[in-house]
């Protein structure tokens, strides 16, 4: 038995190839306005899959930079502080040196000196209360605006805690960004505060002690370098985090792209070809609506 085929049947058939070839033509169109392969899960559901696990962690490696740089900048201003803070102590100590020089220092030189050990004590708080943020970077994780206070009685008086701050700069690691007060200026009760009452109150009424006040300087310099080695290694280690983190984010980046951006010269290609195809097809579907019975009977 013989298949007829019909002009509808062929019509429907090719209505339906220039629908499908219409839409590839829009699709190629689409993607290339984009620069995108998937526009949606269906495109390409493993695909989709592979580019949320993707933008998910370049979402979280670029958290990571974040804290990373945030921490850097609380160290580089923490450094600049300490920084500052051992040059007071060095002036201070050149100006107890002068003191404790019997002759060439006398009473009228001593009160001279004194002014300046208080201007210096007063740098020195102004030092120990630095900010970033508005957070003083040596009071822990105390919510109070200042690290040291000067009470009723004139002496200086810690505010802060001994709380971390840390920062997240990668997966399962934390650093700490912050000195601990103790670490930089000296305990409670014991610090550098105290050491310059110490030599104000020396130079006033007990000169001779002068040269022991000397050891309370070396002390305090050698601890404010030693917190600032700790300053450089935390800061060390961020900036190596946050340059691993970099790297990490460009492969990623790199990853997203082979999956979800379109091959721009693959998609040109092909939308040529598609065009071609489509303007054929519509050549042909036209010859053949355009044929009579007469043609078919021919």
Do not use: C, H
Not at 74 to 95: E, F, P, S
Not at 142 to 165: E, F, K, L
Not at 228 to 233: K, L, N, P, Y
Not at 260 to 272: F, G, N, S
């Amino acid at each position: 038995m013989s298949l007829r085929v019909t002009q509808n049947a062929v019509t429907s058939l090719m209505l339906a190839g220039l629908q499908s070839s219409s839409s590839r033509l829009s699709t190629l169109e689409q993607q290339l306005s984009s620069g995108r392969r998937i526009s949606k899960p269906s495109d390409d559901p493993v695909g989709t899959g592979q580019a949320m696990l993707f933008n998910e962690q370049i979402a979280r490696t670029k958290q990571y930079q974040r804290n990373a740089n945030d921490g850097l900048a609380w160290l580089g201003i923490a450094d600049n502080a300490l920084q500052t803070g051992v040059n007071i102590l060095q002036r201070l100590q050149v100006l107890t040196t002068q003191a404790a020089n019997t002759g060439t220092a006398d009473a009228t030189a001593r009160a001279s000196i004194l002014e300046e050990v208080k201007s210096l004590k007063e740098q020195m708080l102004a030092v120990a209360n630095t900010t970033y943020q508005n957070r003083p970077i040596f009071g822990g994780t105390t919510s109070s605006p200042v690290a040291y206070a000067v009470n009723g009685s004139g002496t200086v008086v810690y505010q802060g805690d001994t709380g971390s701050v840390l920062r997240t700069v990668g997966d399962n690691v934390q650093v700490k960004v912050n000195i601990d007060a103790a670490q930089a200026f000296g305990p409670p009760g014991n610090d550098v505060f105290t050491m310059f009452d110490t030599i104000a109150s020396d130079l006033q009424n007990n000169p001779g002690n002068l040269s022991n006040d000397l050891s309370l300087i070396a002390g305090a310099l050698d601890r404010m370098t030693s917190a600032q080695a700790t300053e450089g290694a935390a800061y060390n280690r961020i900036t190596a985090m946050n340059n691993a983190a970099g790297q990490k984010l460009n492969t990623l980046t790199g990853n997203l792209s082979d999956v979800q951006d379109v091959d721009t010269a693959q998609a040109v290609t092909e939308l040529t070809m598609q065009q071609v195809s489509y303007q054929a097809s519509l050549a042909a579907m036209a010859r053949v609506l355009q044929m009579s019975l007469t043609d078919f009977l021919r």
